[in-house]
């Protein structure tokens, strides 16, 4: 009471702050989303001043607030948790919660840190938000939740801890805006300590307005981005019924046209293709072959059919019309099921004979309505199809008889239409919108908030399906907390982060009143949350400069022991060494420049002929030493064509393996790493490539499976240190399926292994005739070489390097030495550097582009310029090739070696 300077102001603010706890309660139900979630909780803020200022004569306005509250809350039946049990007991236990955390918090505060926006001490503004705000506030949360388990029958504890949780995050900041702003409000007696309360004040309603606008936003924007996948995936669901009652025509068609070409179709012969169709499509009932003939043959068809049965049989059902030919069933399949069927006139019924004499059937199978099939366990729908078959007579086309299929319709609509798809929509299919569905996966049609019911036609073998979806209120819940709990967890960081600020302010505006001389700590202080800013702004710059560090340590060391080793054995295993870490270093720098080309749109993928074996096979000799060295077993399943090659970018669709298979090896310390190659041709000159590559390693955990492909990330931290890497590969691998149109999915069980599967469409060719090839006859060293250079250790490289190919370079250090000597004498082949003093490698090409040809002498660029504009720009200017510093000797070699043939031709 010593904030007031009267008993009657302190009574007033004592009865102010009571109903202020249960009538701010009712508002922020407004603010609830998903049902249930209040994504903060100024209540418990509230709780925590009234304790504070009034102490334990608080309790008993704060419990029956919360009491009333909470009865209130629970007799309002439109709230998805209306209680069912005993509410009192309920409301009581909560609100004992909310007076437990609120006495809890006020005693910390009153006995140990003192006033929030007076605290002395800089860590009791951290041990205010992290115990008061954040650790105390698990008190409340944990009695409410307990009570929803206890009291309330409609509560469900799969999503105890969940929920827990969601009070919990809303009660934290309750805390952290209400309090600072509550005790700014309150009227206080002059001292040496007073402080401005505006920027206190104005900073709370910007961060309540700020949480209580996102969680909205939020809300409405995760409801508008489900309803479009929805729509999206009404129109995948569209496609899939036409897809499969196509598959019925097809599957019809294809009966009648064996039928067709079969002029004495025989048992046998009928039973054998049909049960091929059987086998490949489950929605098919039955399949029989009916045979049109005048009445006046009835009997002979009897008898014909008794003897191939050898049993006796009768033609079933009466013509509608006197003149009506009769369509009987002669063979069916499956016989044991349908044997009944044997002999039936399908033109004594009306709906069929209907069908049969559809002017629509000489083109295309014709269906019948939907009938129900008695024969099955369950009554199921299904409709039949009609196809004809022809005979030719006089040059006559007539109908010898309707090759017939019956289809199930609960079986093509289970195989269109996805279990996730069902889950998300409510489903009713209708033949006639004003009879009921033949089809639904629900008891009515109840269209979600912002939605609306969805209607299309699937019209098919002269009959039309009705299909109406309306979106579930469950998915649009699903979906919206996928993130709240993220949501929620970013608000309360960022409120603390802010709060921690504005306290800070508070503290240092006290200091300074205090003591002029602490100025200069503060400053102290600034400068160092400037540098934590500064350091943050660097966390991607050091993660790299470690991962540059660690091959880059590797080749100084081992060539600073290199220096003081004489044994040749040792010396070649430094070497060795300082060459593999050289490569790696390579390689991570290429990952970043591809990640960089790929977020800038600057990567251009090649379209060219190339032999896939052998690219595995290159696989395979990078890998099998790999494996062997970690005693894993390596396999390669290929199933590759013959003289077949492929069109795209070699290089590319390499590097993507290469990253999947080094994953699986670096990941896998026992057991196997399987990579199969499958292709399956889906049209002419076009195949499906499907890459998987299956290991027994570490497995990946599935909260972890959506960032995996995102990059500088690994599954966990302790992955990254474990196995280093920048997580570079699959985030390059993933970017490039997608610039192939292609896809990376996967499948992982944490300790069991991952199977990543890469899938591709790509366009097919005839196999190539090898390009020309170095061969031991090739005279390289008979090239007459010039290099320009400026740089002097490149210098002693690029004369290293073609010195071990018995080549003696001439070697000048700017382009317009090189300009004025190739004027004078005669070259095989310009090694330029194109960043050169006095006069660059493009200048220097494009003036002896001027006097000398490519084809007379060709230009090489020896550049670091590796991004795809330096390559355009070298081969404008006139380069015939690039070569890439840092040069490999390899590269090189096959470089000299196809000039070396043009040259020797």
Known sequence: MKNFNSKYYSSVFYIIFSLAYFFVGVILTKLTFDSQIIPVWLPAGIALVGCFVWWWRFIPALFLAALAFNLNFFANTTHEMVLVGNSLNEAMYIAFGVVLQAMVGAAILKFWLGHPLRLKKRQNIIYFIVVVGVLVSLISANFGVFALSQFNAMYSADNHWKNTTYWWLGDILGVLIATPFLLSLLPEKSDNYNISVLPTLSVCCILFVSVAATTQLYDSESRINAIKIAEREVQVIENSLYRYTNRSIIAVQSLASQVQSSPTLSQQDFNQYANTLLAKHSFIKALSWNVKIPSHQRQAFSKEISSIYNLNYDVIGEPLEPNDPLVIVKYIAPFNSNQKAIGFNVYSNPDRKASLLNPAIKYQPVGTKIIQLVQTEHSDAAYLLFAPVYSQSNEKETIKGYATGVFLVPQIIKQAITEQQSKMFSIAIYEDINKPAFYSNSNNLNVAQGSKLISFNVDFGGQQWIVKLALKDAFLAQHNNQLTLLLLILQVVVCSLILLILLLFNQQQ????????????????????????????????????????????????????????????????????????????????????????????????????????????????????????????????????????????????????????????????????????????????????????????????????????????????????????????????????????????????????????????????????????????????????????????????????????????????????????????????????????????????????????????????????????????????????????????????????????????
């Open 510 to 905: 006290i200091a300074l009143t205090r003591q002029v001389a602490e100025r200069t700590y503060s400053l102290a202080q600034a400068k160092k949350q400037s540098d934590l800013a500064n350091r943050a702004k660097s966390q991607f710059l050091a993660n790299m400069s470690h991962e540059i560090r660690t091959p880059l340590n590797a080749v100084i060391g081992f060539s600073s022991l290199a220096r003081k080793e004489d044994d040749a054995n040792t010396l070649i295993d430094y070497l060795d060494k300082i060459n593999s870490s050289s490569k790696s270093l390579l390689n991570l720098i290429n990952d970043i420049l591809d990640i960089s080309k790929i977020e800038s749109k600057r990567l251009v993928l090649e379209r060219i002929p190339f032999d896939l074996t052998a690219l595995i096979q290159r696989i395979n000799t990078m890998f099998e030493q790999s494996a062997a060295s970690k005693a894993i077993v390596w396999k390669i399943n290929s199933n590759i064509p013959k003289d077949t090659w492929f069109v795209g970018d070699p290089m590319r669709l390499e590097q993507i393996m290469l990253n999947l298979c080094s994953n699986a090896i670096k990941f896998t310390n026992a057991g196997s790493v399987t990579l199969n190659v499958d292709t399956q041709l889906i049209a002419p000159n076009k195949a499906q490539l499907t890459i998987a590559v299956i290991d027994t390693g570490i497995g990946i955990k599935a909260t972890q499976h959506e960032k995996l492909f995102s990059a500088f990330t690994q599954a966990d931290n302790s992955t990254s240190r474990q196995f280093g890497g920048t997580g570079l590969g699959l985030a390059i691998a993933k970017e490039l399926s997608v610039l192939m149109n292609a896809n990376i999915a996967l499948h992982s069980e944490l300790d069991k292994g991952s199977t990543f599967t890469f899938t591709l469409e790509i366009e097919t060719v005839k196999a190539q005739d090898p390009l020309i090839k170095p061969t031991d006859n090739t005279n390289i060293a008979a090239l007459k070489i010039l290099v320009a250079e400026d740089n002097p250790v490149n210098q002693m490289v690029i004369k290293a390097m073609l010195g071990s190919l018995k080549i003696v370079p001439q070697v000048v250090e700017n382009g317009e030495l090189a300009v004025n000597i190739i004027k004078k004498q005669h070259f095989d082949l310009v090694f330029m550097d194109c960043q050169m003093p006095v006069m660059d490698g493009y200048r220097a090409t494009a003036l002896i582009r001027q006097f000398k040809t490519a084809e007379e002498l060709p230009i090489v660029a020896l550049t670091a310029d590796v991004m795809p504009e330096d390559k355009a720009h070298a081969q404008a200017v006139g380069f015939n090739q690039h070569l890439a510093k840092p040069l490999e000797l390899i590269k090189l070699t096959e470089c000299l070696a196809q000039y070396a043939v043009v040259y020797e031709q």
